[in-house]
């Protein structure tokens, strides 16, 4: 692994995918205590209206995906806000609109068109210095909101009605936390793909909520599950010369489907 | 002046066109003990909801001490139905019981040594002190039941929210939860719903019936038409064998 990280393109990848992983193991466990797997994949999915908004009218692709995904996430929240189970058929008609205006945008779009791969998978191997900054600044955001506001996030995502009763302000929580999750769409589609931001969102989150005493403990877990993922994927990746975000979700889903055996055997032994 | 405790002032509700609540009024004293007794989907939990201000009606209005539900968070105790908990959420009995301190913390903040010590003594209370670091998932039924009791005293409440508190624990722990309330009832008012009317017991003070509309009786019991009224079967529920003191002969009205 060691004579990987002379090249800066790795150094640059691990960087990203271990900031990346701050802000997944974050709002990952806020993602599946609340149960929004659903919503958070609309959010990653629709955010490709972004690219293609930002190509036609040529902003800037992180202006076009976090202005679009910020107003998706808005209206996903308003939509989801008193009734969460009933409206996953917006949800999804949302997720496809996004995805088919991209398309459609980059279609139309003279000249160059942009590859619909790169932003599903992503490029972790380009990410450059600014992007690293970037997503520096957006880790250091999310997770002073999340510090700052833990014992609120914490009693509506335990129990959102008694948390109302106590008087904290649920709905403007819910707005904040799927803005927070729109955040990390921007902060890392590019890198590593909104395909990979919602297994990385998912997936590590869901394993350590079994190993879990607390929230706060799970989402120290998540993160430390999610670099793992990070650094094995790009490992093996280098090794064998295939895609790199495709390999981090393979070693992501590995883990998501062989993990019921340890915890098995963790259950036996106590 | 007088103050309620609780004060609703010709309150409307509905659900997606649907008339749950209709024309409610309803003065509760300070220091009551009122049971809201009322048939499943008779609107009684909405009734309470709309009390603690997590449901805002569609006409009419609600006071708690004299303001609204949202200005006196830290007078308020609420134990919900056990029914809709996420039993894989990963937090501590302790943490859980902390929560009931929300309507005193600030935003922005983290709980305060006294909310701690608030939290210790509401789960001393209820006997769950020793089981403080436990999963909440891994609890049975009576001992959440326990829990979501010691969060709500945790607060140091002037008025207490029940719903169907002793839907899941033993008898035991239900003769000694009455006994207990009517003990924290000398300074805190209590409101008890239930569809059970079995929670009528000595201790309680007044009765409300549910259905739609509501009926209310200044005494523990429960007069005929307000049977008709919430129950379209009364017979069936009077063959639970219930106290007979709790049913008056409609004569008496």
Same mark, same amino acid.
């Given at each position: 692994?060691?004579?990987? @990280?002379q090249?800066?393109?790795?150094?640059?990848?691990?960087?990203a995918?271990?900031?990346?992983?701050?802000?997944?193991?974050?709002?990952?466990?806020?993602?599946?205590?609340?149960r929004?797997?659903?919503?958070s994949?609309?959010?990653?999915?629709a955010a490709?209206?972004?690219?293609?908004?930002a190509?036609?009218?040529?902003?800037?692709p @992180?202006?076009?995906?976090?202005?679009?995904?910020?107003?998706i996430?808005?209206?996903m929240?308003?939509?989801?806000?008193?009734?969460?189970?009933?409206s *996953? =058929?917006?949800i999804?008609a949302l997720?496809a609109?996004?995805?088919?205006?991209?398309?459609?945008?980059?279609?139309i779009?003279?000249?160059?068109?942009? *590859?619909?791969?790169?932003?599903?998978?992503?490029?972790?191997? =380009?990410?450059?210095?600014?992007?690293?900054l970037?997503?520096?600044?957006?880790?250091?955001?999310?997770?002073?909101?999340?510090?700052?506001?833990?014992k609120?996030?914490?009693?509506?995502?335990?129990?959102?009605?008694?948390?109302?009763a106590?008087?904290?302000?649920a709905?403007?929580?819910?707005?904040?936390?799927?803005?927070?999750?729109?955040?990390?769409?921007?902060?890392?589609?590019?890198?590593?793909g909104?395909i990979?931001?919602i297994?990385?969102?998912s997936?590590?989150?869901?394993?350590s909520?079994?190993?879990?005493?607390s929230m706060?403990?799970?989402?120290?877990?998540?993160?430390?599950?999610?670099c793992?993922?990070?650094?094995m994927?790009?490992?093996?990746?280098?090794?064998?010369?295939? =895609?790199?975000?495709? =390999?981090?979700?393979?070693?992501a889903?590995?883990?998501?489907?062989?993990?019921p055996?340890f915890?098995?055997?963790?259950?036996?032994?106590? | 002046?007088h103050t309620?405790?609780?004060e609703?002032?010709?309150?409307?509700?509905?659900?997606?066109?649907?008339?749950?609540?209709?024309?409610? $009024?309803?003065?509760?004293a300070e220091?009551?003990?009122l049971?809201?007794?009322g048939?499943?989907?008779?609107?009684k939990?909405?009734?309470?909801?709309?009390?603690?201000?997590?449901?805002?009606?569609?006409?009419g209005?609600?006071?708690i001490?004299?303001?609204?539900?949202?200005?006196?968070?830290?007078?308020?105790g609420?134990?919900?139905?056990?029914?809709?908990? $996420?039993?894989?959420?990963?937090?501590?009995?302790?943490?859980a019981?902390?929560?009931g301190r929300?309507?005193?913390a600030?935003?922005?903040r983290?709980?305060?040594?006294?909310?701690?010590?608030?939290?210790?003594?509401?789960?001393?209370?209820?006997?769950?002190?020793?089981q403080?670091k436990r999963h909440?998932?891994?609890?049975?039924g009576?001992?959440?039941?326990?829990?979501f009791?010691a969060?709500?005293?945790?607060g140091d409440?002037?008025?207490?929210?029940?719903?169907?508190p002793?839907?899941?624990? !033993?008898?035991e722990?239900?003769?000694?939860?009455?006994?207990?309330?009517r003990?924290?009832?000398?300074?805190v008012?209590i409101?008890?719903?239930?569809h059970?009317?079995?929670?009528?017991s000595?201790?309680?003070?007044?009765?409300?019936?549910v259905n739609?509309?509501?009926?209310?009786h !200044?005494?523990?019991?429960?007069?005929?038409?307000?049977?008709?009224m919430?129950?379209?079967?009364?017979?069936?529920?009077?063959?639970?064998?219930?106290?007979h003191r709790v049913l008056?002969?409609?004569? !008496?009205?």
């Amino acid at each position: 692994m060691i004579e990987v @990280l002379q090249f800066e393109f790795m150094r640059n990848a691990l960087y990203a995918g271990l900031l990346a992983s701050v802000a997944c193991g974050i709002i990952g466990t806020l993602v599946v205590v609340n149960r929004i797997v659903f919503i958070s994949g609309g959010i990653a999915h629709a955010a490709y209206g972004g690219v293609g908004i930002a190509f036609y009218f040529g902003l800037a692709p @992180l202006v076009g995906i976090g202005g679009f995904s910020l107003v998706i996430a808005a209206i996903m929240a308003a939509v989801t806000v008193n009734s969460r189970h009933r409206s *996953d =058929t917006v949800i999804g008609a949302l997720w496809a609109f996004g995805m088919a205006l991209g398309v459609l945008l980059i279609d139309i779009t003279p000249g160059y068109n942009v *590859d619909l791969m790169s932003y599903l998978f992503g490029s972790i191997l =380009t990410v450059s210095k600014s992007d690293l900054l970037l997503m520096l600044i957006l880790d250091l955001v999310i997770l002073a909101a999340v510090i700052l506001f833990y014992k609120d996030f914490l009693a509506i995502s335990f129990d959102e009605e008694f948390a109302t009763a106590m008087g904290v302000p649920a709905k403007v929580l819910h707005f904040a936390l799927l803005a927070m999750i729109a955040l990390v769409v921007v902060m890392i589609v590019r890198v590593v793909g909104l395909i990979l931001v919602i297994a990385l969102l998912s997936i590590p989150a869901y394993i350590s909520e079994k190993y879990s005493e607390s929230m706060r403990s799970m989402m120290i877990l998540s993160i430390m599950f999610s670099c793992l993922f990070v650094m094995m994927g790009l490992w093996l990746a280098y090794s064998f010369n295939i =895609t790199s975000g495709a =390999t981090i979700i393979m070693v992501a889903a590995a883990f998501f489907f062989i993990h019921p055996l340890f915890a098995r055997l963790a259950d036996k032994k106590q | 002046m007088h103050t309620w405790a609780v004060e609703i002032q010709d309150l409307w509700f509905s659900y997606n066109d649907h008339q749950v609540l209709q024309e409610v $009024n309803l003065n509760i004293a300070e220091k009551a003990f009122l049971a809201i007794l009322g048939p499943n989907g008779s609107g009684k939990t909405t009734l309470l909801k709309l009390m603690l201000g997590v449901l805002k009606p569609d006409r009419g209005w609600v006071r708690i001490f004299g303001q609204e539900p949202h200005k006196v968070v830290h007078k308020i105790g609420y134990v919900p139905q056990d029914t809709n908990i $996420n039993k894989s959420f990963p937090i501590s009995v302790f943490d859980a019981t902390l929560m009931g301190r929300l309507g005193h913390a600030k935003r922005a903040r983290r709980y305060s040594a006294h909310d701690r010590a608030m939290a210790q003594k509401a789960l001393e209370t209820v006997g769950m002190w020793e089981q403080r670091k436990r999963h909440i998932g891994k609890l049975s039924g009576g001992q959440r039941q326990r829990v979501f009791i010691a969060r709500a005293l945790a607060g140091d409440p002037d008025i207490l929210f029940m719903d169907e508190p002793t839907a899941s624990v !033993d008898r035991e722990f239900q003769t000694e939860l009455y006994e207990f309330l009517r003990k924290l009832n000398e300074s805190v008012t209590i409101l008890v719903v239930s569809h059970d009317l079995s929670v009528l017991s000595s201790y309680i003070k007044s009765v409300a019936c549910v259905n739609q509309k509501l009926f209310y009786h !200044d005494a523990a019991e429960i007069t005929s038409e307000m049977l008709d009224m919430a129950y379209h079967c009364p017979v069936e529920l009077v063959a639970h064998g219930l106290p007979h003191r709790v049913l008056r002969d409609h004569e !008496d009205d």
